[in-house]
């Protein structure tokens, strides 16, 4: 036997040796996890449906625990920049981060970004679905997305949309309606729904992609109005029709929320964290407090949750290529 084949077999008697030790330190630490207080890592600025959702569980998940669940928010990027923290995280289980429908947009259009959304992120569990509402202010004379859809083409280029930023859900969300209703239409970047909001209330923007529950004050108030609801059937929470069966079969949009963690958490602690979520996500409190903006509660398995993310990529990067979109 040559030398190398000597210490090839050598080497590989010391990894089936180390692995039942390692496969044995990783259960003891996930035995006492958590020990100290775990870090939730959003993406976004404090006030967004991210943010709700994730300091809703992480006020019961520091009761289950009697450890604290610090959110912290590390807005910026388009959301990438807490995520990719996240990714390159300590991988103890001690920081997890809220992946949302935008990050797989952004991976479905090739964006260069300093993580990988599949490879260096372990997914937990789907946390909710919720979708959007197409909105409009009073001033444009439509009131349902076929008058939407013939203002558009009666008006080649002159109806703008608002969204949070290039690549987004909220601009896959206007690009999946141009494209599905062979219309044109301008898109305009914010910085966060809020700024796309005060644009339409003061006529700058005329058509925008956004949660119920951000829009819903200004509706009630009469100052903006909803047409048509993303999701592919209609939901028992507003009267509204869907886009799918306004003129446009097919479509549907639904942001989601869902919990993630480095790529390289052992995987004794990954279950644990899940089975402490899914548990919290069927607490009465937080079905209530959720499903009130909208939100379905999903809690997912950690297999089931990538196979969607990886689902998500491919219907966007289908659109990309069908659209002939160029985001970078």
Request: glycine share 8%.
């Given at each position: 036997m040559?030398?190398?084949?000597?210490?090839?077999a050598?080497?590989?008697?010391?990894?089936?040796?180390?692995?039942?030790?390692l496969?044995a330190?990783?259960?003891e630490?996930a035995s006492?996890?958590?020990?100290?207080?775990v870090?939730?890592?959003?993406p976004?600025?404090?006030?967004?449906?991210?943010?709700?959702?994730a300091?809703?569980?992480?006020?019961k998940l520091?009761e289950?625990?009697?450890?604290q669940?610090?959110v912290?928010n590390?807005?910026?990027?388009?959301?990438h920049?807490?995520i990719?923290?996240?990714?390159?995280?300590?991988?103890?289980?001690?920081?997890?981060g809220?992946?949302?429908?935008?990050?797989?947009?952004?991976?479905?259009?090739?964006q260069?970004?300093?993580?990988?959304i599949?490879?260096d992120?372990?997914p937990?569990t789907q946390?909710?679905s919720?979708?959007?509402?197409?909105?409009?202010?009073?001033?444009l004379?439509?009131?349902?997305?076929?008058?939407?859809?013939?203002?558009?083409k009666?008006?080649?280029?002159?109806l703008n949309y608002g969204t949070?930023?290039?690549g987004?859900?909220?601009?896959?969300?206007g690009?999946?309606?141009?494209?599905m209703a062979?219309i044109r239409?301008?898109?305009?970047?914010?910085?966060?729904s809020?700024?796309?909001?005060?644009a339409?209330?003061?006529?700058?923007?005329?058509?925008?992609?956004?949660?119920?529950?951000?829009?819903?004050?200004?509706v009630?108030?009469?100052?903006?109005r909803?047409?048509?609801?993303t999701?592919?059937?209609?939901?028992?929470?507003?009267?509204l029709?869907?886009?799918?069966?306004?003129?446009?079969?097919?479509?549907?949009v639904?942001q989601?929320y869902?919990?993630?963690?480095?790529a390289?958490v052992p995987?004794?602690?990954v279950e644990?964290?899940?089975?402490?979520i899914t548990?919290?996500l069927?607490?009465?409190?937080?079905?209530?407090?959720l499903s009130a903006?909208?939100?379905?509660?999903?809690?997912?398995t950690?297999?089931?949750?990538?196979?969607?993310v990886?689902?998500?990529?491919e219907?966007?990067?289908?659109?990309?290529?069908a659209?002939?979109l160029?985001?970078?």
């Amino acid at each position: 036997m040559c030398k190398s084949m000597i210490a090839l077999a050598a080497a590989c008697c010391a990894v089936a040796l180390l692995a039942p030790s390692l496969r044995a330190a990783q259960n003891e630490a996930a035995s006492s996890y958590p020990s100290r207080p775990v870090r939730f890592i959003v993406p976004y600025a404090p006030g967004a449906g991210t943010d709700t959702t994730a300091r809703t569980l992480a006020a019961k998940l520091s009761e289950r625990w009697a450890q604290q669940v610090v959110v912290d928010n590390r807005a910026g990027g388009g959301g990438h920049i807490g995520i990719e923290y996240t990714a390159k995280a300590n991988p103890d289980g001690y920081t997890i981060g809220m992946l949302t429908a935008s990050h797989a947009t952004a991976a479905a259009s090739m964006q260069k970004m300093g993580y990988d959304i599949v490879k260096d992120l372990q997914p937990i569990t789907q946390a909710i679905s919720v979708f959007y509402v197409v909105y409009v202010p009073p001033s444009l004379p439509v009131k349902s997305i076929k008058e939407l859809i013939a203002y558009a083409k009666a008006n080649p280029g002159k109806l703008n949309y608002g969204t949070s930023g290039t690549g987004s859900l909220q601009h896959f969300g206007g690009e999946l309606l141009s494209h599905m209703a062979g219309i044109r239409m301008v898109h305009v970047v914010y910085k966060g729904s809020a700024p796309i909001i005060t644009a339409m209330l003061a006529n700058e923007v005329h058509l925008g992609f956004n949660s119920m529950f951000s829009v819903r004050p200004q509706v009630h108030a009469g100052r903006l109005r909803w047409i048509a609801m993303t999701a592919s059937r209609r939901s028992p929470s507003v009267d509204l029709p869907t886009v799918a069966e306004s003129g446009l079969p097919g479509y549907e949009v639904n942001q989601w929320y869902g919990v993630s963690t480095s790529a390289r958490v052992p995987a004794p602690i990954v279950e644990k964290l899940h089975a402490a979520i899914t548990d919290v996500l069927q607490a009465p409190d937080v079905v209530q407090r959720l499903s009130a903006d909208g939100s379905d509660i999903v809690g997912s398995t950690p297999a089931r949750f990538g196979e969607y993310v990886g689902s998500e990529i491919e219907k966007w990067r289908k659109l990309v290529k069908a659209a002939n979109l160029s985001l970078n």
